[in-house]
């Protein structure tokens, strides 16, 4: 999963005004002063120093446990998380989808009052290359008010804030209305097919009883003082039309070229395919982002995301995007990615075919059919054959729920002058397998970071400020403590 919101929005945001008014030490005490009140009545006193360090060590021995997918090893994750609830006595379930592709289940009991909250995260990390990393990748190294290591953000922090919030209400025998389920899963970089999906074909009883979810997805942002400004809420994701291309043609030997051949036909079919722009475009869920988005953002671009449907319009409106907000384009238009290209396997063969990959995303709205015959037009080979790898419907969880609106509450009580906004999301998590079974699901990270912290992920020296960290672990115990009592 990437970011969009938070990316470029350092030199964007209202200077200063945001910063530094309420933020004072290393970590806000003012959020505990509002948490502590929000408990007092009912809710177990907790130490959260003694949570912090617990939390933080956790996390870096689950940061050293390495889940690099391919090939995933996620039985690894397992093995980690099993341990835990064995020593805490929480029951769990495990199940392997392939060999070493692991999966792994933990029930607290409500009264059943509602339905239930699944807290799900994926033990599945991409992988790295350690070369040009300043750091080792997978020895959760904490260093400069950072713990370093790939997964940090992505999203083995969510993991161990689902965790943390698991084991207190488990510890403190919290009387629950709801079953809260702790769900890990393997393969989520690779589309889920060895996780979210294979639970969902051969153990939905896992989830059984579940109407709402909390998951990667959302995007919080921390101002250069570490003092949250926004946390994000998913309730939709852009859609995946992953193409294969494939074309033959006349082979023979290197010395003697083929102008038609396979290759040459492909590349100049992808050539026009690069060119291509598809139009701008503004739809409903993502307006809605822009405009919550619109209070963070200084001028010219608070208007811009106010009135997107004009700016789009305006004869400069993709190139200014393309330049400052690339990931805000891609909120407003279906996109293509030529990632993969293969022709022939021997330099001196005129290979029989020639074949390459598309990362397209698709808006709410865009029909696969309809898409492929664009791509199709543009191509403009009709020799081409054109396989789709991966592609499933839009789904969107309602905007305004009893989750949404908890987390809402939460957030305020804690940070009064920090908003809840929608960050719907250009890529897409194992949210929408849930999503198409009707269940609530929302992309919600506790942990606000700089723009410059959230382009990390996928990406090089990949970190997260222990601050954050803990200050998240907090506001995700606080939002599965409220809601689990509704
Ligand atoms: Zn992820």
Known sequence: MRKTYTTLLLVFLLAGGLASAAFAGPRPAPARAHAAVAQASTAPAIDWRNVDQEALEKFTAYLRVNTTNPPGNEVRGVDFYKKIFEAEGIPYETGESAPGRGNIVA??????NGPALILLN???????DQRFWTVPAFEGLVKDGYVWARGSEDMKSIGIAELMAVLLLHRNHVPLKRDVIFLATADEEAGGNFGA?????????????AGFLLNEGGESYADASGKPVFFGIDTIEKTPAWLHLTVTGRSGHGSIPIPDSATNRLIAALDRLRQWQPP??????????FVSLAPYVAEPWRSRLEHMDQFIREPNARAELAKEHPG??????????ITQLEGSKKVNVIGPEATASLDCRLLPGTEIDSWVNQIRKVLDD????????LNFPTSHSPDDSALVETIRQVVKSQYPDTGVIYTPLEAFTDSHLF?????????FSPFAVSGGDARRIHGNDERIPVQSFESGVQLMYQVVYEFSRQ
Not at 107 to 112: D, I, N, S, V, Y
Not at 201 to 209: F, L
Request: net charge positive.
């Open 107 to 112: 029930r607290l009991k409500g009264q059943g």
């Open 435 to 443: 999503r198409e079974r009707g269940i609530a699901s929302y992309g």
């Open 382 to 389: 009709p020799s081409i054959k054109i396989d789709v790898i």
């Open 122 to 128: 994926h033990m599945d990390v991409v992988p790295v």
């Open 197 to 209: 999906g294979w639970v969902q074909k051969n153990r939905p009883d896992w989830y059984r009883g």
């Open 280 to 289: 701008l475009e503004l739809t409903p869920p993502m307006e809605r982002g």
């Open 328 to 337: 805000w384009l891609a909120l407003l238009t279906n996109t293509v990615s």
